[in-house]
Each structure stands twice: as C-alpha cells, then as structure tokens.
C-alpha cells in the first residue's frame, strides 16, 4: 500500500523555491558571491561562514520586493557584513539590466 502524501506546507514550498532560486542566481553569478565577488561553495554547510546565501538587494525593510531580480547570492559573511546597506547604484544598475534578460 502506497503510504498517503502528506501535503506540502507552504513552509516547505518557501524552502524548496529558495533552494532554486539560490542554484540559479549562484549560476547567473557564475558561482561567485555579489558582494565579494569570490567564489561560493554551493555545498558548503548552510552554517557555514562562507555558505551561500540568499541576500536582498534592495533590503526588505526598506520596500524591496521578494523577487529574484531583487535577490543575489552571496557568502554568509558578505550578507551579514552588509547588514542593511544599500548597493552601489552602479551596481544595483548592472543587476537590474541582467534581470531583464
Ligand atoms: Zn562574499
């Protein structure tokens, strides 16, 4: 007998879109943090100081949008050293027109 689905909650949805959006901004990046612009170990322990994380480009807090043109991958350390700073604008600029394609 086929065990029963258990539904997905939207937590696990929210983590698994996470996971993908993660490996595909890891690979539009070439493999490389946003911030440092050295590479990232995708495999890394997520506690890990230099694991990959998920990093809003415009903060949250200050109306950024949960969007993967507003999101770039980065080490641990980079995110957290970044606190909520805002990019450069060039930056922001580059990220933008790359999202267009
Ligand atoms: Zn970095």
Same mark, same amino acid.
């Given at each position: 007998?086929?065990?029963?689905?258990?539904?997905?909650?939207?937590?696990?949805?929210?983590?698994?879109?996470?996971?993908?959006?993660?490996?595909?901004?890891? !690979? /539009?990046?070439?493999?490389?943090?946003?911030?440092? #612009?050295? /590479?990232?170990? @995708?495999?890394?322990?997520?506690? *890990?100081?230099?694991?990959?994380?998920?990093?809003?480009?415009?903060? =949250?807090?200050?109306? #950024?949008?949960? =969007? @993967?043109?507003? @999101?770039? =991958? $980065? *080490?641990? =350390?980079?995110? /957290?050293?970044? #606190?909520?700073?805002?990019?450069? $604008?060039?930056?922001?600029?580059?990220?933008?027109? $790359? $999202? !267009? *394609?």
């Amino acid at each position: 007998m086929p065990r029963p689905r258990r539904p997905i909650s939207t937590k696990q949805i929210r983590a698994r879109l996470l996971r993908d959006a993660r490996r595909q901004l890891w !690979e /539009e990046q070439n493999g490389c943090c946003w911030w440092c #612009g050295k /590479e990232i170990d @995708l495999y890394l322990d997520p506690n *890990h100081p230099l694991a990959a994380t998920i990093d809003h480009l415009i903060p =949250v807090s200050v109306g #950024g949008k949960d =969007v @993967l043109s507003n @999101l770039v =991958v $980065a *080490h641990r =350390v980079c995110n /957290e050293a970044r #606190g909520n700073r805002m990019p450069p $604008a060039s930056a922001l600029k580059v990220r933008m027109r $790359a $999202a !267009e *394609h």
